[in-house]
């Protein structure tokens, strides 16, 4: 199916970066089976959300920091640099698309992006190290010095707001791939889990990549319910 079609969308989620080091989130030992997702909501109303979320944040900071593109990363690298993948639409908040090659044009993120930080207010981007700093000095979350409402790691948290670009490029994508390929997705998450059925309808083939069934499943052309590092592993290139 890879050799035959002309444009390839691969949509990712957490099951591509588990064995980067990154747990999932539903999986035995996930985040979800550890912690109750902070709502955003609650982040914007609650100084002590925003110190659990921050605290949350530093103690996955070793983990984020040590990640290296997997095997799953770097095939659809492989299939990018061969002109057979415009871009791929990811869940995922972990940078790894990136780090395997991918211009960051080319990675639609849905969820956004937790290896930096934004005010929520005014969208003024702060470094992890400078909202660590403050915290360590002042004991709690801080808020951003230019508008003073408060500084978020720059991911989608359950509540907020879906980011309109990326909404519209991945259903661009979706609708004019000829093969969808999703790796690592429960797909239980919407609006997210709206593009395999999306593609589906608009005449892609359907190939869904994960170790456990997943809700779509029966609308797949193919599913292969295997580890995604060995079923993709085979095409990482140079
Ligand atoms: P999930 O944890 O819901 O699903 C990950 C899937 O990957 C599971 O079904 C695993 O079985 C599978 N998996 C894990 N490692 C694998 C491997 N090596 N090989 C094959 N399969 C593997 O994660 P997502 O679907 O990405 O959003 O979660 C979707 C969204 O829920 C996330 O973006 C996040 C979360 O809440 C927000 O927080 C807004
Ligand atoms: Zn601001």
Redesign the pocket.
Known sequence: MIARANTIVPF????????CGI?????PG???TRNR?IQFDEFVASQSARDESWRRRFAMEDVFAAAKP?R?HRALASLHRAGKIPAVI????DNLHQASGFAPDCVIE???NTTYARCIGCGQVYQLDWVKRRFDQDGAAPDCSACEEPVKTA????G?AMPEDEMQRATELSQSCDLFIA???????WP??GFPMMAKNSGARLVI??????EQDDIADLVI???????LGPFVGN
């Open positions: 990712t989620g957490a099951g591509i970066s588990t064995e747990p999932d989130f539903r999986s996930g985040i979800w997702p997997g799953g990811t869940q995922n908040i849905l969820h956004g991911t989608i948290s359950f907020q790796i690592g997705s429960s797909l239980v998450v997210a889990a990549i994960n170790r456990e069934p997943t319910r295997h580890d995604i590092g060995e079923t």
